[in-house]
C-alpha cells in the first residue's frame, strides 16, 4: 500500500522554505553551486534556483552529478559543469531521498577532489537510516521509515512524495 506523504504544496512549501534557509545560511556568497544528483536531484536543484533566483542576490549555478547510484565505483562520476568551477566556491549536493548516505558519500568524494568554500546538503525526504557519515543541511522532510520501506518522490506532471 502507498501512503502519500507530501503532496504538491507540501512539496513546493519545503523547497521555498529550503531556499531561504540556504540564502540566511550563505549570505556572504557572490555564487552558489547547485549539484543535483542526477535524477531527482538534479530537478530538485532546478526548482530550488529558481526560487534563490527570486529572493537571493547571489549567482546560481546548475549542475547535473552523474553517478551510477547501485554501483558508484564502475563508472566516472562526473559533472555538467567542469569541476574546477566549483574552486573555493559554496557547493549545495541536492538529492530528493536521503537513506544510508551512500550516494551522497560517493557525491562528496568527486566534489572534494577540488578545493571549495564549504559543501552543504539537501534532501526532499531524510529516511535517517545512515550507513555512512553523511548529514543532510536542509531537509524538507524528515521520516521515521523500517528498512524495508522505500519513498519513492515523483516530480514530473504532479508532485508527490509517498512512502511504499
Known amino acids: 500500500m ?26 556572504d556568497d557572490e555564487k552558489l553551486f547547485l549539484v543535483g544528483i542526477k535524477g531527482n536531484g538534479f530537478e530538485i536543484a532546478k526548482e530550488l534556483a529558481e526560487r534563490l533566483e527570486k529572493i537571493g542576490e547571489q549567482e546560481i549555478h546548475v549542475s547535473e552529478l552523474i553517478i551510477d547510484k547501485k554501483n558508484p565505483l564502475e563508472h566516472d562520476i562526473s559533472t555538467t559543469i567542469s569541476i574546477e568551477a566549483f574552486d573555493n566556491n559554496t557547493i549545495i549536493l541536492i538529492d530528493d531521498v536521503i537513506n544510508s548516505g551512500r550516494t551522497m558519500q560517493y557525491a562528496l568524494i568527486k566534489l572534494l577532489e577540488r ?32 528498512l524495508k520501506d522505500r519513498v519513492e518522490v515523483e516530480l514530473e506532471n504532479v508532485k508527490r512524495a509517498f512512502l511504499i
Open 115 to 146: 578545493p571549495t568554500k564549504r559543501v552543504k546538503t539537501v534532501a526532499l525526504v531524510d529516511r535517517k537510516h545512515r550507513s555512512f557519515p553523511i548529514r543532510c543541511d536542509y531537509v524538507g522532510l524528515t521520516l521515521s521509515t523500517t
Open 2 to 27: 502507498n501512503t502519500l506523504v507530501l503532496d504538491e504544496r507540501r512539496i513546493n512549501q519545503k523547497l521555498d522554505r529550503i531556499a531561504y534557509e540556504i540564502v540566511e545560511n550563505n549570505f
